[in-house]
């Protein structure tokens, strides 16, 4: 299983961006997506994650801000990032959780590479 990050860049404050996750390879179902963030010096941070039931959970320090989706037949999640602000510059990382081969196995968790998301003032 691969995960396919894209969509940072940099952008000024109280802009806006959307990442994409896209998954790959032999799966049946994605129990969680979400995304974390890692800035210079600090520990990696846990941004927001959507369950495939739809349950929804946000970092304080985003909430209202940015939204998190999924599209299952895509096996994809989705950032949407508004009224960035500079301390929001992070290394961004996709995240999926219990990862169903079938629907008795599956992988415990697998990370995306990072995508680099810089607010300038």
């Known amino acids: 299983v691969q995960l396919q990050a894209s969509g940072g860049g940099v952008v000024q404050a109280g802009g806006s961006l959307r990442l994409s996750c896209a998954a790959s390879g032999n799966i049946f179902k994605i129990n969680v997506m979400g995304w974390y963030r890692q800035a210079p010096g600090k520990e990696r941070e846990l941004v927001a994650e959507?369950?495939?039931?739809?349950?929804?959970t946000y970092s304080d320090s985003v909430k209202d801000r940015f939204t998190i989706s999924r599209d299952d037949a895509k096996t994809t999640v989705y950032l949407q990032m508004n009224s960035l602000k500079p301390e929001d510059t992070a290394v961004y990382y996709c995240r999926a959780d219990k990862i169903y081969y079938n629907p008795n196995h599956y992988l415990l968790y697998s990370w995306g590479q990072g995508t680099q998301v810089t607010v300038s003032s």
């Open positions: 959507i369950t495939s039931g739809g349950t929804i």
